[in-house]
């Protein structure tokens, strides 16, 4: 599978995307923060059966623009409405995973250029105001993002990430007491044989190092801009979601919450009857796996997709 890398510069922008060229319809994906459009390569292969696929960096992530002035919905969002009228040329399905949910329901309830919209796991509500602060992404990445930013020992933030990662918690003590600095020795031979490869750490889940994928180039001030809630530009999850009129499909991953109340997903069962009673026509999929329904039911992923085409 031939993947073509472009950039596009717009009216101060500049992203990077993959195109699989064909005459089908168009379907334009925006993936989840800290990863790249890579995290679709493992299921670009079918879709190019059934779609024309532009896979975009948002900024902070691959060569796309790094600008942490820019790192909000309204101005990533306004960059990918540009991108569709002018390098796809037509109304396209606009696809988002996680935070590139938030993103494409911005660029959908703003423009008329998304002839249908999927919305892969978004955290609507959930990473919005003081209610973030109870969900897993906060206390993981958009903290150590954080953190990573205030401090001058380690500039690299993979290993950073990977050392310091709210997942050791959930490691029984004596098991985290002795695996942990092993593992984290393993990481930092890796990084210093293959900087510029996405991390692998022997016995790592591979749904665990998937979050890595294409974390090299990830700015962390992206992070940071959850963490002090300035992604959202000031626009409620409420105004998105009202604004939307195409038809949407909606595809939830399991809801976990932790003994002590904490959100171990994206969104909740609550937020979830909120997203269906504001957006007009949404159709609801299940699926029963974690956060990244494409890598991890990639067949049932693309079913889901093909009601849409």
């Not at 993981?140 to 500039?155: G, I, K, M, P, Y």
């Not at 002090?228 to 939830?252: M, P, Q, V, W, Y």
Request: hydrophobic content about 40%; some cysteine.
């Amino acid at each position: 599978m031939r993947y073509e890398k472009h950039f596009y510069e717009g009216r101060n922008s500049v992203l990077q995307y993959y195109e699989i060229r064909n005459d089908l319809k168009p379907l334009v994906l925006l993936h989840a923060q800290a990863v790249d459009s890579t995290s679709f390569f493992c299921v670009m292969p079918k879709l190019v059966r059934h779609f024309h696929v532009y896979a975009v960096d948002c900024y902070g992530h691959g060569r796309s623009l790094h600008d942490a002035s820019r790192y909000n919905v309204a101005d990533i969002g306004n960059a990918v409405i540009d991108f569709i009228w002018n390098v796809v040329m037509e109304p396209a399905c606009l696809l988002g995973h996680s935070s590139g949910g938030l993103i494409a329901a911005y660029a959908a309830s703003h423009s008329d250029l998304c002839s249908a919209l999927v919305l892969e796991d978004p955290p609507f509500f959930s990473c919005q105001g003081e209610r973030r602060k109870r969900a897993f992404n906060y206390v993981d990445l958009s903290t150590v993002c954080h953190e990573f930013l205030a401090q001058r020992e380690e500039n690299d933030f993979v290993l950073y990430y990977f050392a310091h990662q709210r997942i050791w918690e959930l490691f029984p003590e004596k098991a985290r007491e002795n695996a942990r600095p092993r593992l984290i020795a393993a990481a930092a031979r890796y990084r210093k044989k293959h900087p510029d490869k996405n991390l692998r750490v022997p016995f790592w889940p591979r749904a665990g190092l998937a979050a890595y994928q294409g974390m090299n180039s990830y700015d962390p001030r992206f992070g940071e801009a959850f963490y002090n809630d300035s992604f959202h530009a000031g626009i409620a999850h409420e105004e998105l979601l009202r604004g939307i009129r195409c038809k949407t499909l909606f595809l939830k991953a399991k809801t976990v919450v932790g003994q002590d109340g904490l959100l171990m997903a994206a969104l909740g069962e609550d937020d979830l009857q909120r997203v269906l009673a504001l957006v007009p026509d949404c159709t609801l999929i299940r699926f029963d796996c974690g956060h990244a329904i494409h890598a991890e039911k990639p067949d049932a992923f693309i079913s889901a997709l093909l009601t849409m085409a």
